[in-house]
């Protein structure tokens, strides 16, 4: 049964970096791709990246003025993603989900993790 | 980026009814569209993909329909476990935008 563990609850300062992890089990880890969502309390979802499972090919949301990198370890099957100039409007649930092997072959998000709470203090 | 939005962003209902969520794309993304549920305090869960394609799982009740830029998710005979949040999403073109959700609520 595919699977997406993702590390525990984080909290950092303002200004300070954070760095989520994802492992997958139960598929083919190289055959998808690892999409990254966030939401803000009480708000909609927010895709913020995308990398391939078997290609550096990657993808991130432009409005995050470059903060965002994913990443991958084929060889233990773990995705990051690591958001770097933290403010208080980044604090939420970071989701990561099964997706895409290749942008040329389009893969709903089928497979979710179970969240990992980001919180942004002063 | 291509824009979804969503409507009604809040819907009340009651068990047994009928009802029907709309999603507008910003230009065409047919048919890369899918349908989420999500209930407080879980991830989202994947209803409908590629436009009317039901995950595996997700009772019939549930079906999807649309073309173009204008797609829907219907509810048929409302059961308890229904009332949720939904968002549509399009993965066409990134960035995969999702709508702003339609939160289901009981009558």
């Known amino acids: 049964q595919p699977q997406l563990v993702q590390s525990a609850s984080e909290v950092k300062k303002s200004g300070a970096s954070v760095r989520v992890s994802c492992r997958a089990s139960?598929?083919?880890?190289?055959?998808?791709?690892i999409t990254w969502v966030r939401q803000a309390p009480g708000q909609g979802l927010e895709w913020i990246g995308w990398?391939?499972?078997?290609?550096?090919?990657?993808e991130d949301e432009q409005k995050l003025q470059g903060r965002v990198t994913v990443t991958i370890d084929t060889s233990t099957e773990t995705a990051y993603m690591e958001l770097r100039g933290l403010t208080f409007d980044d604090s939420g649930i970071y989701y990561c989900?099964?997706?895409?092997?290749?942008?040329?072959?389009?893969?709903?998000?089928?497979?979710w993790g179970q969240g990992t709470v980001v919180t942004v203090s002063s | 980026d291509i824009q979804m939005t969503q409507s009604p962003s809040t819907l009340s209902a009651s068990i047994g009814d009928r009802v029907t969520i709309t999603c507008r794309a910003s230009?065409?993304?047919?048919?890369?569209l899918a349908w989420f549920q999500q209930k407080p305090g879980k991830a989202p869960g994947l209803l409908i993909y590629?436009?009317?394609k039901l995950q595996t799982g997700v009772p019939s009740r549930f079906s999807g329909s649309g073309s173009g830029t204008e797609f829907t998710l219907t509810i048929n005979n409302l059961q308890p476990d229904d009332f949720a949040t939904y968002y549509c999403?399009?993965?066409?073109?990134?960035?995969?935008?999702f709508g702003q959700g339609t939160k289901l609520e009981v009558k």
């Open positions: 989900a099964r997706g895409p092997g290749s942008r040329l072959l389009p893969h709903a998000l089928d497979v």
């Open positions: 139960g598929y083919t880890f190289t055959g998808y791709g």
């Open positions: 990398i391939s499972g078997h290609t550096n090919d990657k």
């Open positions: 230009q065409t993304i047919s048919p890369w």
């Open positions: 590629k436009t009317s």
């Open positions: 999403q399009q993965y066409s073109t990134y960035s995969y935008t």
